[in-house]
C-alpha cells in the first residue's frame, strides 16, 4: 500500500437499505467525484446530483454527494461521499464505475489508518473509534467515545511532561559529573516528581480491569449436574429456545454461548455439560473437561443445584466451586423446598417463583464486578503493559538516583518511551496490523 492510492469502499452496512454510503480518499477522490456528477459541490455541503458512468455516460443513481478537500477531512486527504440508493443493484454499479478510475478498493481500517498517519488522531483514539463502532452497551459507546475525543491521549501527556520535569536535573547530573550540588539538587527535584508519577500511574491501573470489562464483556458461565435446569435458565434470560432443553441427562454435551445486556454491562453468557461424577461417554467427559476449564477463567458463575435432589450436591464439588463473586440457586423449588439452612437462591423455573429476585442478584453481583469510582482510561492490554513498564522503569530510576544518576535518566528515557507506545508516537508499526485488522472495510 502506498498513500498516493486513492481507495474507495461501501461504509454503510452491507444489504437492503434506504442509503448507502460510499467514500473515496486520496488524490484522484475529487476528480473522480466531478467526473461522475458533473460539478464539485462546495466543501462539505451536501447536494443532490445525478450519478453517471464516466464512459458510457449511463445514469447509475441520484443522490446526495460530499467533498472534503485536504487537510480538512477524516483521513487528512481528499476525501468524497457518494450517499445513493441502498439496493445491491445501485451499490454495484457505482463500485464497478470506480473501478474505471483505477481506484483500488480499501482494506480493513484503511481509511482509518491513514487518518493516523497524517496525524489526524493518535493510536490510542483510533483504538477508541474502532471501540465505538463495536459498542454494544451505553458503558462501551460512553467509554469508547472518552477514547476516542483524547481522554487517554490527554493523560499520557500529562504524563510525559511530567518525565519532562524529571529530565532537567537528571540531565544536569550526566553534563556535570563532578559538581558536589547536583546529587542534593537530583533528590529534592526528581524524587518527589518520580514518586507522584508512579502514584498517578498506578491509581489508573486500578481500574484498568474495568476498562477491560466494559470493552469485552463478563463472561458468565451456568455450572451444574445434568437436568438442573441450567439451558431453561438461559433461554428464559435471552427470551428464546437457544438452548435444547430435555429430561434426558447430558442432553448439552458443549457449551453454547449467547451474548446480551445485563446491568448495563456485555455479557456472555455460557451454558455447559452438566457436572456428574461418573460417565462412561467420552464426549459427555470431554464436555465436563471444557466446563470446568472455562469456569476457571469466567468473571462470574452460577452454580444451579436441583432443590428436589440436595443429597446430589450437598459436600461435593460444586459448592466448593463458589466464590464470592459467583451465584448459588436452588431451583425446582416447586418440587421440593432447598435445604433447611441453604447457601444461595431459591428459584421456580417452572413457575417463575423467586425469579426476580436472581434477576436482581445477578445484577448486582455484576455492578459489583466491574464497579469504580470513575471512568476507566486504560481499556486494552497494551495500555496496561506500557503503564506497568513505565512504572517499573521509574521504580528502578528512584532506587539510583543518588548513586547513579546517569542509570536513573536511561530508566526515565525507557519509561518515556513506554507511555509514547500508547499514542503510538514510538514502536507503532509492531500493533498497526492487530489494531487495524478489526475495522470494518470503509472505515
Known amino acids: 500500500m502506498t498513500d498516493v492510492e486513492t481507495i474507495y469502499a461501501l461504509s454503510s452496512g452491507a444489504g437492503r437499505a434506504g442509503v448507502a454510503v460510499i467514500r473515496l480518499s486520496g488524490p484522484k477522490a475529487l476528480a473522480c467525484l466531478k467526473a461522475m456528477t458533473g460539478k464539485l459541490p462546495q466543501a462539505r455541503y451536501a447536494a443532490l446530483r445525478k450519478i453517471t458512468h464516466p464512459k458510457s455516460g449511463d445514469l447509475l443513481d441520484e443522490g446526495l454527494i460530499l467533498a472534503f478537500p485536504t487537510p480538512n477531512s477524516f483521513t487528512g486527504e481528499d476525501m468524497a461521499e457518494l450517499q445513493i440508493h441502498g439496493s445491491r443493484a445501485s451499490i454495484d454499479a457505482t463500485l464497478a464505475a470506480l473501478q474505471h478510475f483505477g481506484l483500488r478498493p480499501a482494506e480493513a481500517g484503511e481509511f482509518t489508518l491513514r487518518a493516523f498517519r497524517n496525524g489526524r488522531m493518535d493510536l490510542a483514539q483510533a483504538e477508541g473509534l474502532a471501540d465505538l463502532i463495536d459498542s454494544e452497551t451505553d458503558q462501551q459507546r460512553q467509554q469508547a467515545l472518552g477514547q476516542f475525543g483524547g ?3 490527554q493523560v499520557s501527556e500529562r504524563w510525559r511532561r511530567s518525565l519532562l520535569d524529571i529530565a532537567a536535573p537528571l540531565a544536569a547530573a550526566v553534563d556535570f559529573p563532578d559538581e558536589e550540588d547536583i546529587p542534593a539538587q537530583i533528590e529534592t527535584k526528581a524524587r518527589p516528581v518520580i514518586e507522584n ?18 470493552r469485552e464483556g463478563l463472561s458468565v458461565i451456568l455450572l451444574g449436574r445434568p437436568n438442573a435446569g441450567k439451558s431453561t435458565l438461559l433461554n428464559h434470560l435471552i427470551g428464546s429456545d437457544h438452548a435444547i432443553v430435555s429430561p434426558i441427562p447430558g442432553t448439552t454435551r458443549d457449551m453454547i454461548e449467547v451474548r446480551l445486556e445485563l446491568a448495563g454491562m456485555a455479557v456472555t453468557l455460557v451454558d455447559t455439560a452438566g457436572l456428574r461424577e461418573k460417565s462412561k461417554d467420552p464426549i459427555e467427559q470431554e464436555g465436563m473437561r471444557r466446563a470446568r476449564d472455562r469456569a476457571a477463567r469466567a468473571d462470574m458463575k452460577i452454580i444451579m443445584l436441583d432443590a428436589s435432589k440436595p443429597e446430589e450436591v450437598l459436600g461435593q464439588d460444586l459448592l466448593g466451586m463458589a466464590g464470592p463473586q459467583d451465584l448459588i440457586v436452588w431451583n425446582k423449588t416447586d418440587l421440593a423446598p432447598p435445604p433447611q439452612t441453604p447457601k444461595g437462591l431459591a428459584l421456580s423455573l417452572e413457575t417463575g417463583s423467586g425469579l426476580e429476585t436472581f434477576l436482581s442478584a445477578i445484577e448486582a453481583n455484576i455492578e459489583k464486578i466491574a464497579a469504580s469510582e470513575e471512568a476507566p482510561i486504560l481499556t486494552r492490554e ?17 532506587d539510583l538516583l543518588e548513586v547513579q544518576p546517569d542509570m536513573a535518566a536511561e530508566n526515565v528515557r525507557l519509561a518515556a518511551r513506554a507511555l509514547a507506545r500508547i499514542t503510538g508516537a514510538i514502536d507503532v508499526d509492531e500493533v498497526l496490523g492487530e489494531i487495524f485488522s478489526s475495522f470494518c472495510i470503509g472505515k
Open 151 to 153: 481522554r487517554l491521549s
Open 197 to 214: 508519577l508512579i502514584t498517578d500511574l498506578e491509581k489508573y491501573l486500578r481500574s484498568a480491569e474495568r476498562g477491560r470489562l466494559i
Open 382 to 398: 497494551r495500555h496496561i503493559k506500557a503503564v506497568k513498564d513505565t512504572i517499573s522503569e521509574l521504580k528502578q530510576s528512584l
